[in-house]
């Protein structure tokens, strides 16, 4: 079935929104735009995950302190300014992986200085992050747009 040939749920036109909105009290408002953050933004969220899959595929083995790169990337809603971010410092090592490291090099070895400098390695920049947040960014606007009057037309009807 295509999407057009569907026939919308509820039928509002702006003054029936805006009369909706005025019987709401600030704490439904508020639990209704929080809903609306968190669910958009783990658009975001799943994609930056999906490209660090393609970076690396150890994401969610865990390291001396119990965390795993899937981890690292984070979502947080701040309920008081009905606003939200995703970040990836949850893990110190998702940095590497977003801007990448230059080229490194031992110096010494079991503390004592060595003759000649040993090539260690060195991480490219994937951008796996910044590319995420370009090819998700209308359809998180999009779905945040959706979920705010779907959730306040839930609190407004009294259904879960």
């Known amino acids: 079935m295509s999407r057009k040939?569907?026939?919308p749920m509820f039928d509002i036109d702006t003054?029936?929104?805006?009369?909706?909105?005025?019987?709401?009290?600030?704490?439904?408002?508020?639990?209704?735009?929080?809903?609306?953050?968190r669910e958009a933004l783990n658009i975001l969220r799943k994609k930056a995950i999906a490209n660090l899959k393609g970076v690396t595929t150890k994401i969610d083995k865990k390291d001396q302190y119990n965390n795993t790169l899937r981890k690292g990337i984070q979502l947080k809603v701040y309920p008081e300014d009905l606003e939200g971010i995703v970040h990836i410092m949850g893990n110190f090592k998702l940095k590497w992986f977003q801007n990448g490291t230059v080229d490194r090099y031992a110096k010494k070895y079991r503390g004592k200085p060595m003759k000649r400098k040993r090539f260690t390695g060195k991480i490219d920049a994937s951008k796996f992050f910044t590319n995420a947040k370009?090819?998700?960014?209308?359809?998180?606007?999009?779905?945040?747009?959706?979920?705010?009057?779907?959730n306040i037309i839930k609190i407004y009807t009294g259904t879960k």
């Open 15 to 37: 003054k029936q929104f805006k009369i909706i909105l005025d019987r709401l009290t600030p704490k439904e408002y508020k639990t209704a735009f929080r809903k609306s953050i």
């Open 5 to 7: 040939s569907r026939e």
């Open 134 to 150: 370009s090819q998700t960014e209308s359809a998180v606007f999009n779905k945040l747009n959706e979920r705010i009057q779907q």
